[in-house]
């Protein structure tokens, strides 16, 4: 058990729909990052948040969005969903968001949209 | 632009072989390494890391990697398997100045009685 934890575990939604995943970091971490990993993508680096605030932006869709509150819980909201955004989507969290830092990632939600 | 490659996208090895995974990754500057596993159905569990200093990196359940800057690898390794070493293995890096980690495309360990 990592300590990040993320719900729901699993979502099943339908095209043009919105969903908003809940990712809860380690205690103590300041920075929650989102990845995508999907059969043709592999693993992909989404967004970075750091104390509330967006440090990083990946191959984010314009669709996607995400937050991190002050209780430092995050949040990934998809909108207008496509069949092609059915994925597991990571959370990961580390203490100060550095370069040596270690990202502990959380079990996922497998977002499966039809 | 950083990336890594991992050459094999699946090893089947038997039980109490050892196996090695390899990892070649480009990249101008330093670069910190990692290793993490997926089980069937699970998250990513970091395996172990190389930040600096030896290396020679030993992680958890009997593995181990080497750090080669000359060769840009970072080849995973382990003695001899067990069954439940089947999983899907990920080699990451992240640059000193970016917080992102960029993966490789996996290696499926197929660990046969």
């Known amino acids: 058990d990592s300590g990040v934890t993320q719900t729901p575990k699993h979502l099943i939604t339908a095209t043009g729909q919105r969903v908003t995943l809940r990712c809860s970091p380690r205690?103590?971490?300041?920075?929650v990052y989102w990845y995508q990993q999907s059969l043709d993508q592999g693993l992909q680096f989404l967004i970075h948040y750091y104390n509330g605030e967006e440090r990083a932006k990946g191959n984010i869709l314009e669709r996607f969005s995400a937050q991190q509150f002050p209780d430092l819980h995050s949040e990934l909201n998809l909108s207008s969903l496509e069949l092609g955004d059915s994925a597991l989507y990571f959370c990961a969290s580390s203490g100060g968001g550095g370069g040596t830092d270690t990202q502990y990632f959380g079990p996922g939600t497998r977002l499966t949209v039809l | 632009a950083q990336s890594v490659t991992q050459l094999d996208s699946q090893v089947p090895v038997f039980e109490e072989a050892p196996v090695e995974l390899r990892c070649n990754y480009s990249?101008?500057?330093?670069?910190?390494l990692f290793w993490y596993v997926q089980y069937p159905n699970q998250g990513l569990q970091l395996l172990l890391k190389y930040l600096s200093g030896s290396t020679l990196v030993k992680g958890i359940n009997g593995f181990e990697a080497e750090f080669n800057k000359s060769q840009t690898s970072f080849h995973l390794r382990k003695p001899s398997v067990h069954i439940s070493d089947t999983a899907e293995y990920f080699c990451?890096?992240?640059?000193?100045?970016?917080?992102?980690?960029?993966f490789g495309s996996g290696t499926r360990l197929l660990v046969r009685p």
């Open positions: 990451a890096v992240k640059r000193d100045s970016s917080y992102k980690l960029i």
């Open positions: 205690s103590g971490d300041l920075s």
């Open positions: 990249s101008s500057v330093s670069v910190y």
